[in-house]
């Protein structure tokens, strides 16, 4: 079995500060790991996924995150936030199965 | 082209109507999926069709029946709903190519905004 906890519902944050988003997973395999965002009623889009090597993953529109092992970690980092970042943001993960395990959310507010 | 489409973007039913979902993707992917989302909520998966066969139902009411004609289309049927089916569903593809499963990465379409009265 695979679960994914994001540790904060809301996180309000003042536009060019950086920005880190908690996630945690567990799971008794192999795991590959997401993060996709989702902007108000639309769909969800893939901002960076790890699935082998290098643990510091550099995504879509300035994020990166990194892949801890042993503290089953992959936390989401933005150096300087924008506006437009204002958005619902979930970690998933995935193991051998075809399913995809999200997190309850994140959302990113940025304040101007 | 990573594009995902959806048809309607919106719609509203009666319990007693008979309405569909379309989904479509043309980039040759051999798995797509039905997700359910509510309001500040993350998506629940609904349905896989893997090579148009359905290989994963996750306990779904028999009041939502997909369907995949094709490789590059998904229906969902709807038939006598209850308001609290009222959600965001969304629509998702991913490649399948026969290497491992997790790593496949899913592509969503924007959803249809579904409101049963």
């Known amino acids: 079995a695979q679960s994914v906890t994001q540790l904060d519902s809301q996180v309000p944050v003042f536009e060019e500060a950086p920005v880190e988003l908690r996630c945690n997973y567990s799971?008794?395999?192999?795991?590959?790991l997401f993060w996709y965002v989702q902007y108000p009623n639309q769909g969800l889009q893939l901002l960076l996924k790890?699935?082998?090597?290098?643990?510091l993953v550099k995504g879509i529109n300035g994020f990166e995150a990194e892949f801890n092992k042993s503290q089953t970690s992959f936390h989401l980092r933005k150096p300087s936030v924008h506006i437009s970042d204002t958005a619902e943001y979930f970690c998933?993960?995935?193991?051998?199965?075809?399913?995809?395990?999200f997190g309850s959310g994140t959302q990113l507010t940025v304040l101007p | 082209d990573t594009e995902v489409t959806q048809t309607p973007k919106h719609l509203v039913m009666g319990m007693t109507n008979k309405k569909s979902l379309k989904c479509e993707q043309h980039?040759?992917?051999?798995?797509m999926y039905w997700y359910k989302q509510k309001a500040k909520k993350p998506p629940e998966l609904m349905f896989v069709?893997?090579?148009?066969?359905?290989?994963i139902n996750e306990s779904v009411p028999s009041r939502f029946s997909p369907e995949c004609p094709n490789s590059s289309l998904l229906n969902l049927h709807l038939h006598a709903l209850q308001p609290e089916d009222s959600a965001l569903y969304l629509c998702?593809?991913?490649?399948?190519?026969?290497?491992?499963?997790?790593?496949?990465?899913?592509?969503f379409g924007p959803g249809t905004r579904l409101t049963v009265l």
């Open positions: 980039m040759g992917h051999r798995a």
């Open positions: 790890y699935l082998s090597g290098s643990t």
């Open positions: 998933a993960v995935s193991g051998s199965a075809r399913q995809l395990t």
């Open positions: 998702a593809s991913s490649q399948e190519d026969g290497g491992s499963w997790g790593t496949d990465t899913q592509y």
């Open positions: 799971s008794s395999v192999s795991v590959y």
């Open positions: 069709y893997s090579y148009e066969k359905l290989s």
